[in-house]
């Protein structure tokens, strides 16, 4: 395993385009976390997903943005009618579950969406 | 959940000790984590430290804890370049142990 995975990596689209963004969780961890971080700031919590419930959203979080994880593996987000203050790094990762002890995140790369 | 503080910006000469301190609010936590993010990447878990001991060593990092005054610091011996980068220490938020980032701590490591 070669830890989370996110593709793309840069994705630039005009504004109003609906974007998706794809993240590859380690396979034996059932926890999954989308973050948005913007410049000069740290992550921000999006949602994340047990399997493939998806158990808490931020309040932050418009309409326009949506999450999946059909099968509890891989999992999408999706931003429809992209503005401008969409653009920022969208980071995913992945945790075992707190029951199984020690847990800590794996991070991906993260997308980073510009919207012109 | 409480954002966590830290001060924005360290600058170190390269090969002196690094400290960078961070003050949360949730003692909730059974575990305490420091990520390193490098330009451009996505966060790497440093090290952790177990709620119920106050000191942990691994290599060139030392990570204390004072539980009683919710302080947290990450002490980077022999401080190199390739260390340049923003150090986040995270707090659960709430019951599903989601963490919350601050905006990080930025170490600057100079010639």
């Known amino acids: 395993d070669t830890g989370v995975s996110q593709d793309p990596r840069h994705k630039i689209t005009k504004r109003g385009q609906n974007v998706t963004f794809r993240c590859d969780p380690i396979?034996?961890?059932?926890?999954l976390y989308w973050y948005r971080q913007t410049l000069g700031q740290g992550p921000e919590f999006l949602t994340y997903?047990?399997?493939?419930?998806?158990?808490?959203k931020s309040r932050l979080l418009s309409d326009r943005f949506s999450a999946e994880r059909p099968k509890g593996s891989f999992s999408t987000l999706e931003i429809q009618r992209t503005e401008q203050g969409d653009s920022a790094m969208y980071l995913c990762?992945?945790?075992?579950?707190?029951?199984?002890?020690?847990?800590?995140?794996?991070f991906g790369s993260g997308t980073r969406l510009t919207v012109v | 959940g409480e954002d966590v503080e830290q001060s924005l910006f360290l600058s170190v000469r390269e090969g002196d000790s690094s400290v960078i301190n961070c003050t949360y609010t949730?003692?909730?936590?059974?575990?305490l984590y420091w990520y390193k993010q490098e330009p451009g990447a996505g966060l790497q878990l440093l090290t952790y430290?177990?709620?119920?001991?106050d000191m942990k060593q691994d290599q060139r990092l030392t990570v204390l804890l004072n539980k009683k005054d919710k302080h947290l610091s990450l002490r980077i011996a022999d401080t190199q370049t390739g260390d340049s980068a923003i150090y986040f220490c995270?707090?659960?938020?709430?019951?599903?142990?989601?963490?919350?980032f601050g905006r990080g701590t930025s170490l600057i490591v100079h010639p």
């Open positions: 990762a992945s945790s075992p579950s707190t029951s199984q002890g020690h847990y800590g995140y794996t």
């Open positions: 396979s034996e961890h059932n926890r």
């Open positions: 997903f047990q399997n493939e419930a998806q158990l808490e």
């Open positions: 949730d003692s909730s936590s059974t575990y």
């Open positions: 430290i177990f709620s119920n001991m």
């Open positions: 995270p707090e659960p938020s709430g019951g599903s142990y989601i963490p919350t």
